[in-house]
């Protein structure tokens, strides 16, 4: 079995659920308490054995490529001040030269023609892809918990987690079918289902293990739902070859595209800091009985 190696991260979005955030920052650079959205899913990638990393990215989004150089002023200034914690922390995120590639996705067809601007870059092996939207709470990571599976089943593996049935319009749904080992085989896969027209309610969570024989399929891939290139089209052509695993999540997941995951991030994750976690905990009760004071107020007018 050949070994993941390499990761491929979707950014060239526009943010458009997070305007006017988003107007002239990368919603991948927002931060979720003091480190951009990016930082945690590269994070999770290195965490899982990942040595080299691959943005699709589009325009306005220069700045996600600078983050990840070497920034020799800063650095220089850092040691100078001794915040040698601070430069360790920055040099920790830094991958070495020739351990991050850029490419420009170009035109906004869709995931699944930004996953096919890889290709090059990916060249014919497995590949880890994260979107980077989703930002995953849980230790060890969602990627290297989908690697553990990948380990023993080889084929394409993809995370999912169950949303309310009400939701599931939203996301690429599966088919729920025999279980193996840690997972279970995928029986369809549809993307963004008309409601009452789910297979399911497990929902594709934005972590893909995939073969390259995905790139030759999504070269030739008609539209599908929203007009665009759609990567879940894509895989379920690719199952009728190869074995396609789903791996039930069980951590936490939040979409940093939407404030609400966002705001619920940054909460989550504040929350797990020694050095933040009385003072945010202590406002944070006095806010929820502030609220739960408004609501009340509401439901009687
Ligand atoms: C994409 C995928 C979808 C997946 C979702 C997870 O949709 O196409 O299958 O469930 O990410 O966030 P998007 O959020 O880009 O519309």
């Known amino acids: 079995m050949t070994r993941v190696r390499k990761a491929v991260f979707p950014v060239a979005g526009l943010g458009t659920r997070f305007l006017p955030a988003t107007k002239a920052i990368p919603k991948e650079m927002l931060p979720v308490v003091d480190r951009p959205v990016i930082d945690y899913v590269v994070e999770e990638a290195r965490e899982a054995g990942i ?30 001040r001794g915040k040698d914690h601070v430069l360790g922390d920055l040099q920790r995120m ?35 892809l994260l979107l980077p939207d989703m930002i995953m709470q849980s230790d060890p990571g969602c990627m290297a918990q989908m690697i553990g599976l990948y380990e023993k089943t080889g084929g394409n593996v993809v995370a999912v987690q169950e949303c ?18 840690d ?47 759609q990567l879940t089209d894509g895989m379920l052509k690719l199952k009728d070859k190869q074995d396609f695993f ?22 989550a994750f504040a929350l797990q800091r020694e050095d933040m976690r009385e003072r945010i905990g202590g406002n944070l009760a006095g806010l929820l009985s502030e609220a739960a004071g408004l609501s009340r107020k509401r439901s009687r007018a």
């Open 246 to 267: 789903a791996y039930p999540y069980s951590g936490r997941a939040f979409d940093c595209g939407s404030p609400e995951g966002f705001v619920e991030a940054n909460l």
């Open 94 to 128: 830094q991958p070495a030269p020739g351990q991050a590639s850029f490419t420009r996705q170009q035109k906004p067809l869709g995931l699944g023609h930004a996953v096919w601007c890889a290709r090059e870059l990916v060249g014919n092996e497995p590949f880890a």
């Open 51 to 80: 040595e080299h990393f691959i943005f699709v990215t589009g325009r306005n989004k220069g700045v996600i490529e600078d983050h990840f150089d070497v920034q020799v002023e800063l650095y220089d200034t850092l040691a100078q």
């Open 164 to 181: 309310d049935p009400s939701e599931t319009h939203k996301y690429g749904i599966v088919g729920r079918g025999r279980a193996t080992g």
């Open 183 to 229: 997972g279970f085989e995928i029986t369809e896969m549809v993307e963004k289902p008309a409601k009452g027209k789910a297979p399911s309610n497990f929902y594709l969570n934005g972590r893909y293990i995939l073969q390259p024989e995905i790139f030759s399929i999504l070269a030739n891939q008609a539209r599908g739902a929203g007009n665009e290139i």
